[in-house]
């Protein structure tokens, strides 16, 4: 997982910074070409106190980062630190701040920058396999597929189906990730993206709204409209730092249609959204698609690119959006399956996950819930779409045999992940 590219971008734009405040920088120029002359693992943190005496109280934790912490992988990292001052400790505050529910592992840890998934990848490595289905990143290779002629089917039952949506997280690279930009970076990012997102035409074009620009019934329509993110309240998105200087440099931009739409600076630079009413999921993975493609052009254009490597994929801020960082979702009603107790183990098998109708950390509202691919790497973009459009026919068609009074049975478990 090289970083040079990074390291070199950010040598070249300190380079830049230095020239245009000319001698009243030759202070600064020590510090910032010796920081950045630095290999990932040669950053280290003065302690004024032994490992032991640090390591966090884990044992009612349940999550992905304290099943696979030890004292002594701990000892190891815990004086390393990124190229731009990332610590293990800021990595996995978040998980111990908050511990978990007993019945849902969250992932527990964040990436503050690029290179952390190369500098503490000792622990990294463990929670990805953990998280992502046993994909290992030390061995595997993460395939990428962008096709959307592809797909099969797609169409699904409007009595069921109410919407369809496809987003994906894309970040900037030689910027630091959320929970560590600073304020500049973060309007750098807003600059380059909302920038390259004018350049977009046809169906595609749009406008860029900001949130500090807003007003409050405006955000609240477009919140409820699910089109907009909301400021950040749990508490594993404010214990990583995400919700500083809120709404500095965050907004949205979508095109008039408002359904291809792009958020900037929530939980990762970018989020990319396809959405629409209905249950035509083909169009709007084909919409995400042509979309997504002609945002990466735009932004290479303007000489920056998104962080990718071969092993991980797409680099975003939590582990569990590596590699194809997609998630594609419908919003169906199942009022009949929703209530058996059989529907946790087919959505297991199927790898799907289910949420509430509002996303994350929400109740179901009239039976209606959100049901996505739990998986995000390991797989293509075509692969979890069609898992995706496999697994919700299925729930559909046990829906239907209850409504006639039939039995339903527990499908077999998909593939693991693949490299």
Known sequence: MSSTFARALSARRSAALLAAVGAAGSLGAGFLFSRDSLGPSERTKRRFYPPSAEYPDLRKHNNCMASNLTPAIYARLCDKAT??????????????????????????????????????????????????????????????????????????????????????????????????????????????????LNGLTGELAGKYYRLSEMTDKEQE?????????????????????????????RGIWHNHEKTFLVWINEEDHTRVISMEKGGNMKRVFERFCRGLKEVERLILERGWEFMWNERLGYILTCPSNLGTGLRAGVHIKLPLLSKDHRLSKILENLRLQKRGTGGVDTAATGNIFDISNLDRLGKSEVELVQL??????????????????????????????RG
């Open 83 to 196: 190229p731009a001052g990332w610590t293990l400790d800021q990595c996995i505050q978040t998980g111990v701040d908050n511990p978990g529910h007993p019945f849902i592992k969250t992932v527990g840890m964040v990436a503050g920058d690029e290179e952390s998934y190369e500098v503490f990848a000792e622990l990294f490595d463990p929670v990805i396999e953990e998280r992502h289905n046993g994909y290992n990143p030390r061995t595997m290779k993460h395939p990428t597929d962008l096709e959307a002629r592809k797909i099969k089917g797609g169409h699904f039952d409007e009595r069921y189906v109410l919407s369809s949506r496809v987003r994906t997280g894309r970040s900037i690279r030689g910027l630091s990730l959320p929970p560590a930009c600073t304020r500049a970076e973060r309007r750098e990012v807003e600059k380059v993206t909302a920038e390259a």
């Open 221 to 249: 329509q477009l919140i409820e409209d699910h089109f907009l993110f909301d400021k950040p309240v749990s508490p594993l998105l404010t214990a990583a730092g995400m919700a500083r200087d809120w709404p500095d440099a």
């Open 388 to 417: 995706v459009i496999d697994g919700v026919n299925y729930l559909i068609d046990c829906e239907r045999r209850l409504e006639r009074g039939q039995d339903i049975r527990i499908p077999a478990p998909v593939g693991q992940s």
